[in-house]
């Protein structure tokens, strides 16, 4: 099995910045990518970005691009969600998720990933 393990939550002004790690252990050879998810207050959980271990190819959705940078450095198996230029409405319980071995799809969908963490809130002030 693969245990997931998210920190760097924290509270940050409008503007601001934050890294989320997702520190991976277990059955690390299991994982072909890791993807970051967020639930806010009274939503329903969504995407935010996703990356894949073996080459690197990235997703992110609309509403992070080219503010939320994922990266996944080969010689960890730690995950990171480099968050600049937050806004309110990115305050969130985020959660990493992995990839199972062999997967092929768009690496952005919920239902895909099989293993997950606990989450870390996120909370920006206005």
């Known amino acids: 099995q693969v245990q997931l393990v998210e920190s760097g939550g924290g509270v940050v002004q409008t503007g601001g910045s934050l890294r989320l790690s997702c520190a991976a252990s277990g059955s690390t050879w299991m994982i072909h990518g890791t993807g970051w998810f967020r639930q806010g207050p009274g939503k329903e959980r969504e995407f935010v970005a996703s990356i894949i271990w073996g080459n690197g190819n990235t997703q992110y959705s609309d509403s992070v691009k080219g503010r939320f940078t994922i990266s996944k450095p080969i010689t960890e198996n730690t995950a990171y969600l480099q968050m600049d230029s937050l806004k309110p409405e990115d305050t969130a319980v985020y959660i990493c998720?992995?990839?199972?071995?062999?997967?092929?799809?768009?690496?952005?969908?919920?239902?895909?990933?099989?293993?997950w963490g606990q989450g870390a809130q996120v909370t920006v002030s206005s």
């Open positions: 998720a992995a990839l199972p071995p062999g997967y092929s799809g768009p690496a952005t969908y919920e239902m895909d990933f099989k293993f």
